[in-house]
């Protein structure tokens, strides 16, 4: 069979028609259209986590450098103080909130927001 994904609603069919005991594992596997290995990699995870469902992963990906009141107290100071250059900002940020950041992360949290040097200075 092809490597594809397949419904957690299905693996639910899957294990109810097979709590009964009516039907083999053979007829299962024909009428929701997967493998004897997958029904029984099922039926593992039902009984070892009491779902057939995957955890949720948390945490994905890289962890952000400003929070979102960094960003804001960022934007604050951009419209308090228009004409500071970004390694100003960056002193700031490592002044007063102990946060060291790099010119290109403040760079893009400006760009994120859709700030550029134009608006700032209108």
Do not use: W
């Not at 593992?44 to 948390?58: E, F, M, Q």
């Not at 962890?63 to 804001?72: E, G, Q, V, Y």
């Amino acid at each position: 069979m092809v490597n594809r994904r397949i419904s957690d609603d299905a693996k639910r069919i899957a294990l109810r028609l097979k709590a009964p005991r009516r039907d083999s594992d053979n007829e299962i596997c024909q009428l929701v259209d997967f493998s004897l290995s997958t029904l029984h990699r099922t039926l593992r995870k039902k009984h070892a986590t009491g779902d057939v469902t995957k955890t949720l992963a948390i945490g994905r990906g890289r962890p952000r450098k400003l929070i979102h009141s960094d960003c804001l107290y960022l934007l604050r100071l951009a419209r308090h103080k228009p004409t500071l250059f970004l390694d100003e900002y960056s002193h700031r940020l490592e002044e007063y909130r102990d946060l060291p950041v790099s010119l290109a992360t403040i760079h893009a949290s400006f760009k994120c927001v859709g700030l550029n040097i134009k608006r700032v200075q209108m």
